[in-house]
């Protein structure tokens, strides 16, 4: 499964509409206490995916259907 970690943000967890940003999970090696993963050169993106006012399953579904090949944080805001 491509999402091996969701960082929700949202100030009212219990609003389905959100702001979405989609990127690697090594990209977060850096932080202190974080899980490690194998750096992809091939699959290397920045912010692929800024996805505005979709729902929380919207946003993992498209995860899932379009980064089968490296493993993604999805990241949800409050849609301002």
């Given amino acids: 499964m491509p999402v091996t970690n969701v960082v ?3 100030t009212n967890k219990y609003k389905v509409e959100c ?4 990127e690697p999970s090594w990209h977060d090696n850096s932080v202190k206490g974080s899980t490690r993963f194998v750096v ?3 699959n ?13 399953g919207e946003a993992l ?3 899932k259907k379009n980064y089968s090949k490296t493993e993604v944080t999805v990241y949800l ?4």
Avoid at 19 to 22: E, N, R
Avoid at 44 to 56: K, Q, R, T, Y
Wanted: proline fraction near 0%; charged fraction near 45%.
């Fill in 8 to 10: 929700d943000s949202r």
């Fill in 77 to 80: 805001y409050d849609v301002e």
């Fill in 19 to 22: 702001k979405v940003i989609i």
């Fill in 44 to 56: 290397d993106f920045m912010i692929d995916d800024d996805l505005e006012v979709v729902s929380v």
């Fill in 61 to 63: 579904v498209y995860a």
């Fill in 40 to 42: 992809d050169d091939e």
